[in-house]
């Protein structure tokens, strides 16, 4: 019985989150328009900042209760995006140097 109530509360838990991370994504959105359209922010930004403050106190909760699934740090996200480096596309992307005898030449004004 206390399993299954652990369960319940754990799915909750979980439901929450994906909510508020739906909510939060809505906001960042909101708060780029505003920092674009060079209005003020302030009250988006303090939204925000209380709503990443309540994930943070659904993930202890959650984690405390047993939820086993990882959860990356932004770190470990940033690897995970990325691929393989892209310094030796730009390199064999560029083309060879001109020879100096074709380069532009700057005329300045004589006096």
Sequence with gaps: MQEALMDNRL?????EMNALRGE????EEIMRDEVNRDRDC??????L?????????????WTRLGGLANLPTV???LKERRGP????????SRSPR???VFEK???AARA
């Design 85 to 92: 480096s892209t310094q030796t596309r730009i390199r064999r």
């Design 75 to 77: 770190e470990e996200r």
């Design 105 to 107: 030449r700057r005329v």
């Design 11 to 15: 799915n909750k838990i979980r439901k």
């Design 24 to 27: 939060m994504l809505r906001i």
């Design 49 to 61: 900042m209380a709503m990443r403050s309540r994930m943070r106190l659904l993930v202890g909760e």
């Design 42 to 47: 302030t009250q988006t930004a303090l939204g």
């Design 98 to 100: 001109l020879p100096k």
